[in-house]
């Protein structure tokens, strides 16, 4: 049973208009999280992280959002460039020595 | 500044062959990890090392041996390659397990016939 889960496999966003991808999880020990950026034939990125003791984290055009009463986070992209498309991992894991755990991804795609 | 570097980037076994892929970071991280990319199933830990001269097993290690051959160093070995170990294997590296970010490779990928 998988506990991080990304249910949109893809999204397709025009140009300069918003892009949310969601993330959920399973298990209440995760306390920190991450979203990953992977172009083909490259290594995932770092893209931005968020704690449990904050709700939310911006840098730049991107803000995480995290509900940890629903066990839910969202990557908000404002505005979405051609630039942003790839696939963005979603990753859980704890405070205290816990490897993180990864979504299967959602691959974005912005329209020009 | 490479960050993590692995080889071979592209490789073909044919099943009961074996290989290693080897991985090394100059960051000076303290912990290193295997992950395997499958479609469909994102990234899952095959072997991590928390410190020189630590190994354990992730969630998915059969089939795997590993080696923290220094602090810079982390090999992932296949004894006798089956089909089900097609993937694109990644090393990542951090500075302490933890919180924190991940480093990647540009990833291995390896097919096995």
């Known amino acids: 049973d998988q506990q991080v889960k990304q249910n949109s496999p893809s999204l397709s966003v025009q140009e300069g208009r918003i892009s949310i991808l969601n993330c959920d999880y399973t298990?209440?020990?995760?306390?920190?999280f991450l979203w990953y950026k992977k172009y083909p034939a490259e290594g995932p990125t770092f893209l931005i992280s968020i704690s449990s003791i904050k709700d939310k984290n911006e840098d730049g055009r991107f803000t995480v959002f995290l509900n940890k009463s629903a066990k839910h986070l969202s990557l908000h992209i404002v505005p979405s460039q051609p630039g942003d498309s790839a696939v963005y991992f979603c990753a859980a894991g704890g405070n205290y020595g816990q490897n993180f755990v990864f979504g299967p991804g959602t691959r974005l795609s912005v329209l020009p | 500044n490479a960050g993590v570097t692995q080889t071979p980037k592209f490789q073909v076994l044919k099943t009961g062959q074996s290989m290693t892929l080897q991985c090394a970071q100059d960051?000076?991280?303290?912990?290193m990890y295997w992950y395997r990319q499958d479609p469909g199933m994102g990234l899952r830990l095959i072997y991590y090392?928390?410190?020189?001269?630590?190994?354990d097993k992730g969630e998915v290690p059969n089939g795997y041996n590993v080696s923290r051959l220094n602090k810079r160093e982390f090999s992932l070995r296949l004894e006798s390659a089956a089909p089900s170990q097609t993937s694109v294997y990644f090393c990542?590296?951090?500075?302490?397990?933890?919180?924190?970010?991940?480093?990647f490779g540009e990833g291995s990928r390896l097919t096995v016939l």
């Open positions: 960051m000076n991280h303290n912990s």
């Open positions: 298990n209440s020990m995760f306390d920190y």
């Open positions: 990542a590296s951090s500075r302490m397990q933890g919180p924190g970010e991940l480093f």
């Open positions: 090392s928390a410190s020189e001269g630590t190994t």
